[in-house]
C-alpha cells in the first residue's frame, strides 16, 4: 500500500495509551490526578495518574502493591497516612489484610452509621492525632514535584509522556 502524503511512523510499537489521556474535568477543568505514595523524607516512592474527575481511594491498592514489592525485597515495615478520602471500610479491611498499619479519620457518616448500629456496630478504628499532623508529607511531596515547569502546566497531548516528566521529577527528588 502506497502513502499519499505525510510522514511513516517514527515509532515500532505502539504503547498502550488511555482513551482519555489521563484527563478528565474536575471543579478546576480538565486535569490530571497524581497519586502517589510519599516517604517522611517527602521522597516519592510510587505515583499513578488519573483523570481529574477520578477518586483516590480505588488507586491505593494499585500503589500498595506496587511499593509493597519493593518493600518486601529490603524488609522493611512503613505506617500508612492518608486522609478521609481513603477511609473506607474495605480500605480498612484491605489494610488489615496486609498488616499495614495506618492513621486514617473516620468520616462522619461512618461513625453516624457506627452509633446507630449500637453495640453491634464495633469499635471505633484508633485514631492518632499527634501521628496524624504528619499526613501534609504527602502536599509537600507533591508540591517538589510541581516545581517543575512540566509537571505542573502539563502541556504534553500523552499521558504515557506526562508521566515520564512526573517519574523524572520524582527520581531527581528522590535521589536529592
Known amino acids: 500500500m502506497q502513502r499519499s502524503q505525510g510522514a511513516r ?6 504503547l498502550p495509551e488511555p482513551d482519555d489521556h ?3 474535568r474536575s471543579r478546576g477543568g480538565w486535569t490530571t490526578k497524581i497519586h502517589a505514595l510519599v ?6 516512592v510510587g505515583v499513578i495518574l488519573t483523570a481529574g474527575q477520578s477518586g483516590d481511594n480505588p488507586q491505593l491498592v494499585p ?4 511499593y509493597q514489592a519493593a518493600v518486601r525485597r529490603s524488609g522493611r515495615h512503613f505506617h500508612l497516612l492518608a486522609d478521609k ?3 473506607h471500610p474495605s480500605t480498612r479491611r484491605e489494610l ?25 456496630g464495633g469499635r471505633p478504628p484508633g485514631f492518632d492525632r499527634a501521628l496524624y499532623a504528619e499526613r501534609n508529607t504527602i502536599e509537600r511531596g507533591i508540591g ?8 505542573a502546566t502539563r502541556y504534553d497531548k500523552y499521558a504515557l509522556t506526562f508521566l515520564g516528566g ?10 536529592r
Not at 516517604?39 to 516519592?44: F, K, S
Request: net charge positive; proline share 3%; glycine share 4%.
Open 9 to 14: 511512523r517514527n515509532y515500532k510499537i505502539a
Open 22 to 24: 489521563a484527563l478528565g
Open 39 to 44: 516517604d517522611h523524607l517527602l521522597r516519592p
Open 63 to 66: 500503589l500498595l502493591d506496587a
Open 85 to 87: 478520602a481513603y477511609s
Open 96 to 120: 488489615r489484610s496486609r498488616r499495614i498499619r495506618h492513621t486514617i479519620p473516620e468520616r462522619r457518616d461512618q461513625k453516624e452509621l457506627r452509633a446507630a448500629k449500637g453495640s453491634k
Open 144 to 151: 517538589r514535584i510541581k516545581h517543575w515547569r512540566g509537571v
Open 166 to 175: 512526573v517519574l523524572l521529577a520524582a527520581t531527581v527528588q528522590y535521589r
